[in-house]
């Protein structure tokens, strides 16, 4: 069964500041998706990496995708408080469903 | 463009009661559709999949169920409600094939009382 794990679930920090949120699953795939989510509403696309080594940017935000690792990382350069949201990764199981399996989120609170 | 739309977007239902969220999809053939359940401050479980029209797979064991009567439409049902039923509904869609991003409709709060 596949599992996704992210961590941290709660991240403070202040503007300006780097920081990185991380995206670890228990099967093999080479499909990883991160989310955007602000309170009360429903989901934004932000990436989707479909092989060992991509990464891609937007803004302040990069993603990376590991696959040999299992790992997805997320990292945010420069904090700014509109980044303030929750961040889901999903991973794609590799089946005819194309379903995605989400982690539990990132809720990130950046502070001026 | 393709948009998806989803409705209602709040309901309060009393237990016991049926449930119908429907969801459509335009702009696009064939979509592969999704719903997923939210509860308050949790992650997105997946709730039921469809890969074309009649085709429906659960994921979860549960009082609800879905239908795909037409090729852009996705609704689900509940007979009974229960209070477990609370949370925030998502409809989402994608392009058939892996690797191509999964849109999400606007949601539907439901709580249960």
């Known amino acids: 069964e596949l599992k996704v794990e992210q961590n941290p679930l709660f991240l403070s920090m202040q503007e300006g500041k780097n920081y990185t949120i991380y995206c670890n699953y228990s099967t093999t795939s080479d499909r990883l998706y991160w989310y955007r989510q602000d309170p009360g509403k429903s989901l934004e696309s932000l990436f989707v990496l479909l092989s060992n080594g991509a990464v891609k940017q937007e803004g302040r935000l990069m993603a990376s995708l590991d696959t040999k690792a299992r790992l997805s990382t997320l990292h945010i350069t420069a904090a700014v408080h509109d980044l303030s949201a929750t961040y889901f990764c999903?991973?794609?199981?590799?089946?005819?469903?194309?379903?995605?399996?989400f982690g539990s989120g990132t809720r990130l609170l950046v502070r001026p | 463009s393709q948009t998806i739309h989803q409705w209602p977007a709040t309901l309060v239902q009393p237990v016991g009661s049926p449930l119908s969220l429907e969801c459509t999809v335009e702009g696009t053939s064939n979509p592969n559709l999704y719903w997923y359940r939210q509860a308050a401050g949790r992650g997105l479980q997946l709730l039921f999949y469809?890969?074309?029209?009649?085709?429906i797979s659960s994921e979860v064991p549960q009082n609800l169920s879905a239908s795909r009567p037409q090729d852009r439409q996705f609704i689900l049902s509940s007979k009974k409600l229960l209070l477990s039923d609370s949370g925030f509904y998502l409809c989402?869609?994608?392009?058939?094939?892996?690797?191509?991003?999964?849109?999400f409709g606007e949601g539907s709060w439901l709580t249960v009382v």
């Open positions: 989402a869609w994608s392009v058939p094939g892996g690797g191509n991003t999964i849109y």
């Open positions: 999903a991973v794609d199981g590799m089946d005819s469903s194309y379903k995605l399996i």
């Open positions: 469809s890969v074309g029209i009649g085709q």
